[in-house]
C-alpha cells in the first residue's frame, strides 16, 4: 500500500515537471511576450500550467515524504 503512494507521488512529479515546462515554453511564445509586455503578466493559459505544476508537485512531495 505505501509503494503504491510512493509510485503515483513520484508520477505526480514527474508530471508536475512536464506541466512546468510545458508552462516555461509557452511564456517564451510570441503572444505571450506580447502580453507581459503590454501587461507586465504572462498570459493566464501560462499561469495556470504553473499552478497545476506548483499544487502536483506539493502532493507528489507529500505523497513520497509521507510515512
Known sequence: ???DK???GLVFLVV?????YMGY?????AVSQI???INGNPTDNVMIKYIIAAALGVAGL???LRK
Open 1 to 3: 500500500m505505501k509503494i
Open 6 to 8: 510512493k509510485i503515483i
Open 16 to 20: 508536475a515537471a512536464g506541466v512546468g
Open 25 to 29: 515554453n509557452e511564456s517564451q511564445g
Open 35 to 37: 502580453s507581459d509586455a
Open 62 to 64: 507529500y505523497m513520497l
